[in-house]
T-cell receptor, first 116, second 112 residues
């Protein structure tokens, strides 16, 4: 398997523009997570889906952020309008829980977002 | 107070040293304890996974969980320059909640 795939790998945009980040989870995984990582705040969970349904979006900073998972193999995170404080690395991760209850999250390579 | 506390370092050691990384937590509901390793400009990858209290060993790595003290540790023996990375602790609850709570990460440099 190719692992979790994210695109784009780098994004530079101007304040006020719409940004869409994309993620393809590992086939067979039923949970998908969107994280944001900064030096100051570390790794923060924004939202996670279970079987394509949003379960916990309490980490989404504000209404400018939205996420969708239309099917088991694709998810998007959208920021509209973008602001300089949104600059960070955004990770997508997927997981499945095995019969023993072990639940391992596998991370993609991340999207490095810079908002000017 | 954050749910999980982790000293960000940086920690610098000579090759061959024993490294000790630690996290403390405040929520007694955590049952799963993990250590992830993150190389520069890469995503985190799972290194060690422990359920409840006790020790787990995998090669040069040992994970310890002390639930009574709400304290977890990762030990690296015979550290190598390739161990230079950021190490993040993460914790989760049993049941259907898949959400993990993360430490800030400790930056480790192993010098040849």
């Amino acid at each position: 398997d190719a692992g979790v795939i994210q695109s784009p790998r780098h994004e530079v945009t101007e304040m006020g523009q719409e940004v869409t980040l994309r993620c393809k989870p590992i086939s067979g995984h039923n949970s998908l997570f969107w994280y944001r990582q900064t030096m100051m705040r570390g790794l923060e969970l924004l939202i996670y889906f279970n079987n394509n349904v949003p379960i916990d979006d309490s980490g989404m900073p504000e209404d400018r952020f939205s996420a969708k998972m239309p099917n088991a193999s694709f998810s998007t995170l959208k920021i509209q309008p973008s602001e300089p404080r949104d600059s960070a690395v955004y990770f997508c991760a997927s997981s499945f829980r095995d019969r023993g209850g072990k639940d391992t999250q596998y991370f993609g390579p991340g999207t490095r977002l810079t908002v000017l | 107070q954050k749910e999980v506390e982790q000293d960000p370092g940086p920690l610098s050691v000579p090759e061959g040293a024993i490294v000790s990384l630690n996290c403390t937590y405040s929520n007694s509901a955590f049952q799963y304890f993990m250590w992830y390793r993150q190389y520069s400009r890469k995503g985190p990858e799972l290194l060690m996974y422990t359920y409840s209290s006790g020790n787990k060993e995998d090669g040069r790595f040992t994970a310890q969980v002390d639930k009574s003290s709400k304290y977890i540790s990762l030990f690296i023996r015979d550290s190598q320059p390739s161990d230079s990375a950021t190490y993040l602790c993460a914790m989760g609850r049993a049941g259907n909640n898949r959400k993990l709570i993360w430490g800030l990460g400790t930056s480790l440099a192993v010098n040849p």
